[in-house]
């Protein structure tokens, strides 16, 4: 599994195309208290919202890393939202077909993404 990570804290599964927000994200928004999904076969294009989810704290848009087709939907979440707190094959949100590998190589490793981190204090 080789995971990118965008700046705005979404994370992208290279080869499965599952994406998802990182620790990061649900750490600063909090308890998560609602998850809006989208549907199955829209098309996004790349830094196009496709979910919101609302904490106690705020409500936050996810998007996509990269442009691609949404073909599959993690329904799980709509009836648990601590699913979004586990590792990557429980804590996804969406699955893309990706229309262009090359939106991938604008995204961060693991070690890229931890420095970025780091200078956000």
């Not at 691609?68 to 648990?80: C, F, K, P, Q, T």
């Given at each position: 599994m080789t995971v990118k990570y965008t700046k705005d804290h979404e994370w992208i599964d290279t080869t499965s195309g599952k994406t998802g927000i990182t620790d990061y994200a649900r750490d600063a928004l909090g308890d998560l208290v609602f998850l809006d999904l989208p549907k199955a076969g829209r098309i996004l294009k790349r830094k196009e919202y496709y979910a919101v989810v609302e904490s106690v704290k705020a409500a936050s848009e996810i998007y996509a890393p990269v442009a691609?087709?949404?073909?599959?939907?993690?329904?799980?979440?709509?009836?648990?939202?601590?699913?979004?707190?586990?590792d990557l094959d429980k804590g996804w949100i969406v699955q893309l077909k990706i229309a262009d590998a090359g939106d991938l190589n604008d995204l961060m490793d693991k070690a890229a993404y931890d420095a970025y981190l780091r200078t956000l204090g």
């Open positions: 691609g087709e949404i073909v599959a939907v993690n329904d799980n979440l709509a009836n648990s939202l601590d699913d979004l707190k586990e």
